[in-house]
């Protein structure tokens, strides 16, 4: 998958409005909104196989607020919080069957206690 992250387009203006982008096959890889060249808002990712791979928001580029990543299955793989790109709060995994694996908690991004289950 090809990764555009420039912030102007090819006339050299910033980017604005919704923006997706495409694996080489064709399906989706991303979609969201750009506001003055960032990514803001809510924004998803999909697997080659069409599913989603995560959701969440975008605050001015930055990921902010809860995120979930998916499993090729479709079921969920994580979720936690992030605050402009750090990990922070309780991350919660689960496992391939959709069961509890493990809580860690983040303090401005330093992993802290495991609880394992």
């Known amino acids: 998958m090809k990764m555009d992250n ?9 980017k604005q409005g919704v923006h997706q982008e495409y694996f ?26 069409g599913r989603l791979k995560a959701i969440g928001k975008y605050v001015k580029g930055k990921m902010t607020g809860e995120w979930k990543w998916y499993r090729e299955n479709g079921k969920l793989l994580q979720v936690g919080s992030l605050d402009n790109d750090i990990k922070t ?10 069961t ?6 983040f303090i401005n991004g330093k992993k802290g206690k495991v609880n394992k289950y």
Request: aromatic share 12%; net charge negative; proline share 0%.
């Open 24 to 49: 080489k096959n064709g399906s989706l890889s991303s979609e969201g909104n750009i506001e003055d060249g960032e990514k803001n808002g809510e924004w998803r990712y999909f697997l080659a196989n």
């Open 6 to 14: 420039s912030k102007f387009d090819k006339d050299g203006k910033l």
């Open 89 to 98: 709060g309780v991350w919660t995994r689960f496992r391939v069957d959709g």
């Open 100 to 105: 509890l694996m493990d809580e860690t908690v």
